[in-house]
């Protein structure tokens, strides 16, 4: 009988993000910048700086035959922001982990992925864990069971959930940061599915009336046509961080407007909006996300909404998939918690015909990029966002690597089952 593997030991290592995590309401207040600076007193608690460096905390996890299989836990670029947790703090984080985390993991059988979140990732003293921590955790028991399986951590997922194994490519969306020109380029030379995302997070980059963001979308949607490869035709897609209801007015029927406006510039292309408002409350925003979605659907507007604030946890997911309050759902994975609450998310979005794109924050890890490039490939997601960093070509390359790279294997595993041979290729 095989003997089981379990965890002996848990070590951590302090790290860093890929960018930095930034004060959301100091920088829609309209703070001054001075170069990568932002110049001004924090607005949201726990910044002690408006923006300040990413930070991480990897977890590694010593299974019984001295594997060791790493997670890396962090936050979101605008932490404490659209009911988001708050700042994440390493020193504090990583206490909890000794304090809690860590005698959960000890001796527990990793076999079972889904068995060992249960268990590992149980609330405490009535509360859920930091959500970082859940992300972190998640991760690396992941990554113990696909060892355990010696598979790779879709086929994990997988099984668990019990969904066929893929063979299609994800989409893949890049962001731009505030290098939007230079890095909007890359992205149509790369033949990008999805661009730019555009940053538009003040009002100098919205301008009087959204005239500022009207004039980027046409540019972008030029600019592909200039310069794209012969029949390339990306979605267009941009964060305005709430920027049309601050701007134009928090009623749906006034965003609709907008928003269709925007849509007829750019006939050609599918045009996707992200976070058009930030209502205050996932109630609300429930509610007035669903007037919007029926005003373009019934216009029949190539725009699509994508929701992000206010819609963090499975919970939140659900219910936005279930009222139809958005196209698009970004499962922001380090929101999320635990990355069986991703597939949890993605399932539910596709249950409910709603878009599901596995997302996350350019804050992230080269680690937690890659494991998200798994579990969108396994549950075969709608989109998956292109991270970390801000810089397009290492979150290119990270994300769409390890997607080619879980596709042939599963392919190769494939043809072995059908029975096929690899040609003899010696010289």
Same mark, same amino acid.
Not at 28 to 35: F, K, N
Not at 400 to 415: D, F, I, M, P, T
């Given at each position: 009988?095989?003997?089981?593997?379990?965890?002996?030991?848990?070590?951590?290592?302090?790290?860093?993000?890929?960018?930095?995590?930034?004060?959301?309401?100091?920088?829609?207040? @309209?703070?001054?910048?001075?170069?990568?600076?932002?110049?001004?007193?924090?607005?949201?608690?726990?910044?002690?700086?408006?923006?300040?460096?990413?930070?991480?905390?990897?977890?590694?996890?010593?299974?019984?035959?001295?594997?060791?299989?790493?997670?890396?836990?962090?936050?979101?670029?605008? $932490?404490?922001?659209?009911?988001?947790?708050?700042?994440?703090?390493?020193?504090?984080?990583? $206490?909890?982990?000794?304090?809690?985390?860590?005698?959960?993991?000890?001796?527990?059988?990793?076999?079972?992925?889904?068995?060992?979140?249960?268990?590992?990732?149980?609330?405490?003293?009535?509360?859920?864990?930091?959500?970082?921590?859940?992300? %972190?955790?998640?991760?690396?028991?992941?990554?113990?069971?696909?060892?355990?399986?010696?598979?790779?951590?879709?086929?994990?997922?997988?099984?668990?959930?019990?969904?066929?194994?893929?063979?299609?490519?994800?989409?893949?969306?890049?962001?731009?940061?505030?290098?939007?020109?230079?890095?909007?380029?890359?992205?149509?030379?790369?033949?990008?599915?999805?661009?730019?995302?555009?940053?538009?997070?003040?009002?100098?980059?919205?301008?009087?009336? %959204?005239?500022?963001?009207?004039?980027?979308?046409?540019?972008?949607?030029?600019?592909?046509?200039?310069?794209?490869?012969?029949?390339?035709?990306?979605?267009?897609?941009?964060?305005?961080? @709430?920027?049309?209801?601050?701007?134009? %007015?928090?009623?749906?029927?006034?965003?609709?407007?907008?928003?269709?406006?925007?849509?007829?510039?750019?006939?050609?292309?599918?045009?996707?909006?992200?976070?058009?408002?930030?209502?205050?409350?996932?109630?609300?925003?429930?509610?007035?996300?669903?007037?919007?979605? $029926?005003?373009?659907?019934?216009?029949?507007?190539?725009?699509?909404?994508?929701?992000?604030?206010?819609?963090?946890?499975?919970?939140?997911?659900?219910?936005?998939?279930?009222?139809?309050?958005?196209?698009?759902?970004?499962?922001?994975?380090?929101?999320?918690?635990?990355?069986?609450?991703?597939?949890?998310?993605?399932? *539910?979005?596709?249950?409910?015909?709603?878009?599901?794109?596995?997302? @996350?924050?350019?804050?992230?890890?080269?680690?937690?990029?890659?494991?998200?490039?798994?579990?969108?490939?396994?549950?075969?997601?709608?989109?998956?966002? *292109?991270?970390?960093?801000? @810089?397009?070509?290492?979150?290119?390359?990270?994300?769409?690597?390890?997607?080619?790279?879980?596709?042939?294997?599963?392919?190769?595993?494939?043809?072995?089952?059908?029975?096929?041979?690899?040609?003899?290729?010696?010289?």
């Amino acid at each position: 009988m095989a003997t089981s593997v379990t965890v002996k030991d848990v070590i951590l290592a302090p790290g860093n993000g890929s960018f930095f995590y930034d004060d959301q309401a100091a920088i829609r207040a @309209g703070v001054a910048s001075d170069g990568f600076r932002y110049i001004g007193a924090p607005q949201t608690p726990g910044f002690q700086t408006i923006r300040t460096p990413a930070r991480s905390l990897s977890i590694g996890i010593v299974l019984s035959d001295d594997t060791i299989v790493w997670g890396d836990m962090m936050s979101v670029q605008y $932490s404490g922001a659209g009911g988001r947790d708050p700042l994440f703090h390493t020193e504090a984080i990583e $206490s909890l982990t000794k304090s809690v985390v860590v005698p959960r993991l000890l001796h527990l059988d990793v076999s079972n992925f889904l068995e060992a979140c249960n268990q590992v990732l149980a609330y405490h003293n009535d509360e859920r864990l930091p959500l970082a921590v859940e992300y %972190g955790v998640s991760q690396a028991l992941l990554g113990a069971a696909a060892h355990v399986a010696r598979t790779t951590l879709a086929e994990v997922v997988c099984s668990e959930f019990s969904l066929p194994l893929p063979k299609k490519r994800v989409p893949i969306y890049a962001q731009s940061g505030d290098a939007r020109e230079i890095n909007v380029d890359k992205m149509i030379l790369k033949s990008v599915d999805v661009l730019p995302h555009g940053l538009i997070n003040s009002r100098e980059k919205f301008g009087p009336s %959204g005239g500022n963001f009207r004039e980027f979308v046409r540019w972008v949607a030029k600019r592909t046509t200039e310069i794209g490869a012969p029949g390339y035709h990306p979605s267009l897609h941009f964060d305005v961080y @709430g920027w049309i209801g601050l701007e134009i %007015g928090m009623e749906a029927a006034k965003i609709a407007d907008f928003i269709c406006s925007i849509a007829d510039e750019v006939p050609d292309f599918r045009l996707h909006i992200e976070s058009p408002a930030d209502f205050g409350s996932t109630s609300i925003q429930l509610v007035e996300y669903a007037k919007i979605v $029926s005003i373009l659907d019934q216009r029949g507007s190539n725009a699509r909404i994508v929701v992000d604030e206010q819609c963090n946890t499975l919970d939140d997911i659900r219910r936005f998939a279930e009222e139809k309050a958005a196209h698009i759902v970004q499962i922001k994975m380090p929101d999320v918690g635990s990355v069986a609450d991703t597939v949890w998310g993605v399932l *539910a979005c596709k249950e409910h015909g709603v878009g599901a794109y596995v997302g @996350g924050s350019c804050t992230e890890t080269d680690l937690s990029a890659r494991v998200s490039v798994q579990i969108a490939v396994a549950t075969q997601a709608d989109m998956m966002l *292109a991270k970390p960093g801000m @810089g397009v070509d290492e979150g290119i390359s990270i994300v769409g690597n390890e997607q080619n790279r879980v596709l042939a294997v599963l392919k190769y595993r494939s043809s072995l089952i059908a029975g096929e041979h690899v040609e003899d290729r010696r010289a």
